[in-house]
């Protein structure tokens, strides 16, 4: 009977790469250190349903006036607040 060869353990680490431990990516989101896209640092999401005529129509608008749906959305808010002058 032959003896089967040790592993060598430290080499399959090695090529293997780095772990990483899979909780850690949870924990970064707890804590609010994910990584932001630069134009979103110091923004927060806001959002809700809407039918998808009212996304539809906004997304024709957009297009056709050549600015962004977030564009669009936040000049209806503000004339919302200084509708209700808040």
């Known amino acids: ?4 060869p040790q592993l060598d353990v ?6 293997a790469g780095p772990t990483r ?3 850690d990516h949870l924990e970064q ?3 609010g250190r994910r990584h932001q896209q630069g134009s979103r640092v110091g923004k927060v999401q806001i959002q809700g349903y809407f ?3 009212t996304r ?3 997304k024709l608008l957009a297009v056709t006036s050549g600015r962004t749906m977030e564009e ?6 503000d ?3 200084v509708k209700h002058g808040a």
């Open 79 to 81: 004339d919302l607040f």
């Open 56 to 58: 539809r129509r906004l």
């Open 72 to 77: 669009l959305l936040a000049e209806a808010l």
């Open 10 to 15: 430290v080499a399959l680490g090695h090529a």
């Open 21 to 23: 431990n899979p909780l």
């Open 51 to 53: 039918p998808a005529t």
């Open 1 to 4: 009977m032959s003896k089967r």
């Open 29 to 31: 989101a707890r804590n």
